[in-house]
């Protein structure tokens, strides 16, 4: 059933192009949660469970809990708060809602029709075939990014702490 990857490879499409051309950061990132959840319907049309659970698990999850973090730092007035209810009015949820409804369609026609296997013909992506292939030929440039996401740790941590002793003055 090719059907399944091309609908959500057009569903990707539209939601990646709706995160690049929003203007609201809330609006960009609903459209990007659409967009990698039907990333990850990609894959498993492709047939590489793994990699769409991947997707799912540290890309839509990740973003949501960064976005959550994000909010709960930010000190909220009366006046983010009143912008924060008009966000949830329908005309916002529209565009990321149909595109859902798109997927959940796909998802749902797909496990009807009992295509839960390969719907494209390939060879199956096991968690084996990566590890095999990222700790085999691959292991110095995961190494390598190991410590740079190490250093990008290191870094935010430093950036991030509140003030330094220098500058904080006196306030006991």
Do not use: C
Request: overall charge negative; proline content about 3%.
């Amino acid at each position: 059933m090719e059907v399944a990857f091309y609908l959500s490879g057009l569903v990707a499409v539209l939601a990646t192009l709706r995160v690049v051309t929003s203007i609201n950061p809330i609006h960009a990132l609903l459209y990007l949660i659409v967009s990698l959840i039907a990333v990850a319907m990609v894959f498993f049309a492709l047939g590489a469970p793994f990699a769409g659970a991947l997707e799912v698990i540290i890309y839509a999850g990740a973003i949501m809990v960064l976005f959550v973090f994000v909010v709960m730092m930010l000190n909220l007035d009366e006046g983010v708060a009143a912008q924060e209810r008009a966000w949830f009015k329908p005309r916002i949820w529209l565009g990321p809602a149909v595109l859902s409804a798109i997927l959940l369609l796909v998802l749902v026609a797909t496990l009807w029709r009992g295509d839960i296997g390969l719907v494209i013909e390939g060879e199956t992506l096991t968690a084996k075939a990566v590890g095999t292939a990222l700790f085999g030929p691959w292991l110095i440039v995961v190494e390598l990014a190991a410590m740079l996401l190490l250093a990008a740790l290191v870094t935010a941590s430093h950036v991030g702490r509140s003030q330094s002793p220098d500058t904080r003055g006196d306030e006991s």
